[in-house]
């Protein structure tokens, strides 16, 4: 929905449709098109309903078509810590945007994909290490035996989730030879 980042975009030569995804009806605005890819580059969490999102996106996508989309980790060891401290430091950008309206873990990320009808194909993290991400605090010492476990938790270190999804039911929409 951003207007600059849309000319940004136009001039580079790329078609762009200028859309509040909480309002508006991909299945109907796309209707008759079909694609490959659909890119949700940080987008899933920004949605109030990134469930019906996703679901409309399935009448787009050819019947090999993939999601492609990236989703921040609110279960990072730099937020956990942040809690236990007592603070939810939430910035312009990053994992504790101030327009994120979800906010997701591996299972819940699993979970959307699932109840809305695809299949994880790919799951990559990118991955931050402790006290590196721009959720930053001097932690209080009574927190040092806590960053230590979180340290052996390899999820911890997952700033966001980087998936591949197909649809749930491609066989089913493959053309029969």
Do not use: C
Request: glycine share 4%; charged share 30%.
């Amino acid at each position: 929905i951003d207007s600059d980042a849309a000319k940004e975009a136009r001039a580079k030569g790329h078609e762009v449709h200028v859309l509040d995804l909480d309002r508006t009806d991909l299945s109907e605005h796309f209707k008759g098109q079909k694609f490959d890819v659909a890119l949700l580059a940080d987008v899933l969490e920004h949605l109030r309903d990134p469930a019906e999102t996703l679901k409309q996106i399935k009448g787009l996508l050819n019947p090999n078509g993939k999601i492609v989309s990236s989703i921040p980790h609110v279960a990072h060891g730099d937020i956990r810590l942040s809690l236990l401290a007592g603070r939810l430091p939430y910035r312009a950008v990053g994992l504790l945007d101030h327009t994120h309206m979800r906010f997701f873990t591996r299972a819940l990320v699993e979970q959307l994909f699932k109840e809305s009808g695809y299949n994880l194909d790919i799951v990559e993290r990118n991955r931050w290490n402790l006290n590196k991400t721009e959720v930053k605090f001097d932690y209080v010492p009574l927190l040092e035996p806590v960053q230590k476990l979180l340290a052996l938790d390899p999820e911890s270190e997952t700033y966001q989730f980087i998936v591949q999804a197909s649809l749930a039911n491609a066989e089913e929409q493959r053309p029969q030879t």
